[in-house]
């Protein structure tokens, strides 16, 4: 960690056997985890948490202060889990005082020049293709993949599993374990190939398609959806975790593609 070319605070709480290379700014009250590695350029500003085994590339800025104007220098932070990568120029911005923290889960892979705003919390695993931008206060699941250029509106919710293509304006939630597309963005399928390399059996990809067969290609509202899913289908942790997150939704969920 010895590196003459770098600085870091003398309040920084680094691990020993951390690598910072060259020309990288480390600041005030910031913490970083066993074996995380931190390329030449970065910045790494007051509020840091990051955890071990972490690979951060050169230029990436994390936990600036919010692009907020109600910010007040509030003691917020930003949390990056274990074992999670982030490529060139990302910009992960601390949080303010609606959270006090943005957080990103672990094993995650955040590609270059991808933006995180503000109090946002991202679960574990997933994939952030680059140029994606995260606009405040949103919400992220677990194995959540999004393709390169895909934009979420502030207060959005993504469920877990699901996959948004490239390009896409995320402007209502996205539910569980679905794909979604097309401009407006709406539901094209089930993510099923992620859910098979994840090792969602057969019957139980089956019963996804089921719940969103209701949900989206019988001409039903939400509410009626809603109501057959929890009448017919079987409770399950899956059906379960769908109807949760349409009846949290604050946003209201994205529409079928059979939908005017």
């Known amino acids: 960690m010895n590196q003459p070319l770098a600085y870091v605070h003398p309040g920084a709480k680094i691990?020993?056997?951390?690598?910072?290379?060259?020309?990288?700014?480390?600041?005030?009250?910031?913490?970083?985890?066993?074996?995380?590695?931190?390329?030449?350029?970065?910045?790494?500003?007051?509020?840091?948490?990051?955890?071990k085994n972490c690979s951060i590339f050169p230029g990436a800025v994390i936990s600036a202060t919010p692009q907020d104007k109600k910010f007040n220098d509030e003691d917020t932070v930003t949390e990056i889990g274990d074992n999670t990568t982030i490529r060139e120029c990302v910009t992960i911005n601390r949080g303010t005082v609606d959270r006090m923290k943005?957080?990103?889960?672990?094993?995650?892979?955040?590609?270059?020049?991808?933006?995180?705003?503000?109090?946002?919390?991202?679960?574990?695993?997933?994939?952030?293709?680059?140029?994606?931008?995260l606009a405040g206060h949103i919400n992220v699941g677990d194995y959540v993949v999004l393709a390169g250029m895909a934009a979420v509106q502030q207060f959005?919710?993504?469920?877990?599993?699901?996959?948004?293509?490239?390009?896409?304006?995320?402007?209502?939630?996205?539910?569980?374990?679905?794909?979604?597309?097309?401009?407006?963005?709406?539901?094209?399928?089930?993510?099923?190939?992620?859910?098979?390399?994840?090792?969602?059996?057969?019957?139980?990809?089956?019963?996804?398609q089921n719940i969103y067969r209701i949900l989206y290609q019988q001409n039903y509202n939400n509410t009626q959806a809603v109501a057959i899913i929890e009448a017919e289908m079987e409770a399950t942790p899956e059906r379960d975790e769908v109807l949760e997150f349409i009846k949290n939704s604050q946003r209201g969920i994205m529409k079928g593609y059979f939908s005017n």
């Open 15 to 51: 691990a020993k056997n951390v690598v910072i290379e060259p020309f990288t700014t480390i600041h005030n009250n910031v913490v970083i985890g066993e074996g995380t590695w931190i390329g030449s350029n970065v910045t790494i500003m007051e509020g840091a948490r990051i955890g």
């Open 102 to 133: 943005t957080k990103i889960g672990k094993n995650c892979w955040i590609m270059a020049y991808c933006h995180i705003a503000h109090d946002c919390i991202v679960g574990d695993n997933c994939i952030f293709s680059n140029n994606s931008t």
């Open 156 to 208: 959005c919710s993504i469920g877990n599993h699901a996959f948004v293509t490239g390009g896409s304006l995320v402007r209502k939630d996205v539910p569980p374990y679905v794909k979604a597309a097309r401009e407006p963005l709406s539901y094209v399928g089930i993510n099923s190939i992620g859910l098979r390399r994840r090792g969602f059996t057969t019957e139980k990809i089956r019963e996804v």
